[in-house]
């Protein structure tokens, strides 16, 4: 069993910035990617970034490429994102998930593990 809890969101106003942790804890395996998605009231689950267990190889959506940057700290079991310019279409819940198998998947069904959510809300 693996945990996952999301921090960090909030309130903010168009062009600022935020940072989500999400900490995990539990069963940990040396192989396990993690993953933040976003879901705004209406719409799907939609995929935003992603990061191996060595933070080397980082991939994102294009709607926050260039924006957004994720990070992680495995002393500390805890995965990052970075939130710059934000616009009022980053309005969402965002979930911190994680994948049993190696591979850095962009749809929900790809991961297995996931946190209660945080939100962020960007008014303009």
């Known amino acids: 069993q693996v945990q996952l809890v999301e921090s960090g969101g909030g309130l903010v106003q168009a062009g600022g910035s935020l940072r989500l942790s999400c900490a995990a804890s539990g069963r940990t395996f040396s192989n396990m990617p993690m993953a933040w998605f976003r879901q705004a009231p209406g719409k799907e689950r939609e995929f935003v970034s992603a990061i191996t267990w060595s933070g080397g190889s980082p991939y994102y959506a294009d709607s926050v490429k260039g924006r957004f940057f994720i990070s992680r700290d495995n002393v500390k079991n805890t995965v990052y994102l970075q939130m710059n310019s934000l616009k009022p279409e980053d309005t969402a819940v965002y979930y911190c998930?994680?994948?049993?198998?190696?591979?850095?998947?962009?749809?929900?069904?790809?991961?297995?593990?996931w946190g209660q959510g945080t939100q962020v809300t960007v008014s303009s």
């Open positions: 998930a994680v994948r049993l198998r190696s591979g850095l998947g962009t749809n929900p069904n790809d991961y297995d593990y």
